[in-house]
């Protein structure tokens, strides 16, 4: 993929005036003592670096449950990193529905497909209360050519996004319910995992409608899948909360 030069634009309207005005609490928990920094742009750098790479954070902006960060055929002016909560991003397909595109989490980068076309072609809200940091590209691509670590750990995270998208594809394309709903939670788990938290036990932020359409399926077919999934005794749910019980068998159930 090759990275456009975009050049630093003011603000066009008031919704990314807010977006772009710096936090009071900006520089209170810096990316050094931040638990997400190696998963995010910061990862792999040495102290020094990463004191300079710190200068990027614009801004820190909460974000509450059901707001939006910013809407699909916005400008692109700045990657966000989730600090954290949870969003998804969305685009409404030819009929008027909401198509759910991703699911992201603390560590994780919103607006990285607009480097390329220089505006983001999808809305990221938030499901549930949450934090990022706001970091202007201009500022990332000046600095990137300071610092190659910087410079490859945005290729590597850029190489990320594509394998994901990739990984989307083929989950579309060519799986059986039950195996997409498989993949969806064990990398939902591997996630939680490299975040330090349980790989069999987590809530879901999104609602089963949200999981349907991301992965391509009717509302009653992920209950359905779910219910067979318990009945089969791979998971146990409780509306929102989801514990794996077999992690094996829900690996088979990909085959």
Do not use: W
Request: hydrophobic fraction near 40%.
């Amino acid at each position: 993929m090759q990275i456009a030069t975009v050049t630093k634009i003011a603000p066009r309207n008031a919704a990314i005036a807010r977006v772009m005005q710096p936090d009071p609490e900006c520089h209170r928990v810096t990316c050094s003592s931040c638990n997400l920094r190696e998963l995010c742009l910061t990862g792999g750098l040495c102290p020094a670096d990463l004191l300079r790479v710190e200068k990027i954070v614009h801004a820190r902006r909460r974000i509450k449950r059901g707001e939006v960060l910013f809407n699909a055929g916005e400008s692109f002016h700045s990657v966000y990193a989730v600090r954290t909560g949870f969003f998804k991003s969305s685009v409404i397909d030819n009929d008027g529905r909401e198509q759910v595109t991703g699911f992201f989490m603390g560590g994780e980068l919103l607006g990285m497909e607009g480097i390329g076309s220089g505006q983001v072609n999808a809305t990221a809200t938030a499901l549930e209360d949450s934090e990022v940091c706001v970091m202007p590209f201009s500022l990332i691509e000046e600095m990137s050519h300071e610092i190659r670590a910087l410079q490859r750990q945005l290729h590597a995270v850029l190489a990320r996004e594509i394998v994901r998208d990739h990984g989307v594809m083929m989950l579309l394309g060519s799986m059986r319910a039950e195996e997409r709903l498989a993949v969806f939670l064990l990398n939902l788990s591997q996630r939680f995992t490299a975040r330090g938290y349980s790989p069999s036990e987590f809530y879901l932020r999104m609602t089963r409608e949200e999981i349907g359409s991301y992965l391509g399926l009717k509302l009653e077919t992920v209950s359905r899948v779910f219910s067979r999934f318990q009945e089969q005794g791979l998971v146990a749910v409780q509306q929102k909360f989801i514990r794996i019980t077999d992690i094996p068998g829900l690996r088979k159930a990909m085959t």
